[in-house]
């Protein structure tokens, strides 16, 4: 099993103002976070318009990605997709390019909601590659909460070693960490106190305009200053708490380009802010300058 521990940065997909991918920009910023201290990078998160990208430009986005992360971080690809067939050659491809895990929702339109059939959903991809998995609880998109018992369950199949938990529960979370199996937190507002109850790491969008802050934090709990963390949250948490009520993706791009990682605007059906919610952005990034 692969250490996620810590900053898994869930990277933006840099567009052009016609809303195509800016491979170039794609390098330059993975040297970016990199340089900033991350522990890893979410290549195709949800962060990056995963819904919105093509198998082809997916496909393009890992393979330039792993050759220029070069090892140097961790590489988590998501691979999720309606079609399985789809999501196991997704999967294999991102494998054969040495991803240190797959992220893959659970089978989120009118697929199998019971335990029984989430449980055998992970497990027919689980017989078809050799990767870590990272399974994701995000019922406000999905429609689908992995029980505590389910947890324990998936667990049980060999390369499901984590979940990335986006519930924001974090009673739900709790309940997953005392079970001893691995969670990474993916509630933005929540990252603190996950860190303080003992998730391994997180995956976290917000970090893409303040990868540096994010790493201090990790490494303020870790080493035991919690007040330090604290302090460091102050300034974190007003933006962090702008970004979490909608829009999601067109604020962090937003927040992205105002502090210095600028990743263009987003694909349709997305939509770039408004310009009452940019000088609300603006007023909530004030104290992280």
Known sequence: MNELTGINLAMQTPMDADG???????????????????????????????????????????????RRINRRCKLICQTSALVLDELIERSKHAQGLGADALMILPPYLEGPEDDDGLFAFYETIDSAVETDIIG???????????????????????????????????????????????????????????FIAGAQGCIWGGANYMPRESVRLFELVTSGDITGAMELWSLMIPSLLFIWRGNYVPKVKAASRLRGFDGGGVRAP????????????????????
């Open 136 to 194: 994701y609880n995000i019922p406000q998109a999905t429609g689908i909460s992995i029980s505590v018992d389910l947890f324990k369950r998936l667990n049980q199949i060999e390369h499901f070693n984590y979940i990335k938990d986006s519930a924001g529960d974090l009673i739900l979370q709790q309940e997953y960490l005392a079970t001893g199996y691995k969670v990474l937190n993916g509630c933005d507002p929540n990252t603190v106190f996950s």
């Open 20 to 66: 195509n991918i800016d491979y170039t920009r794609w390098e330059e910023l993975i040297d970016i976070y990199i340089d900033a201290g991350v522990h890893g990078l979410v290549l195709g998160a949800g962060t990056g318009q995963y819904p919105y990208l093509t198998q082809p430009e997916c496909n393009r986005l890992y393979e330039l990605g792993a």
């Open 270 to 289: 997305l939509h770039n802010l408004s310009v009452n919610e940019m000088h609300e952005l603006m007023a909530s990034l004030e104290l992280l300058g």
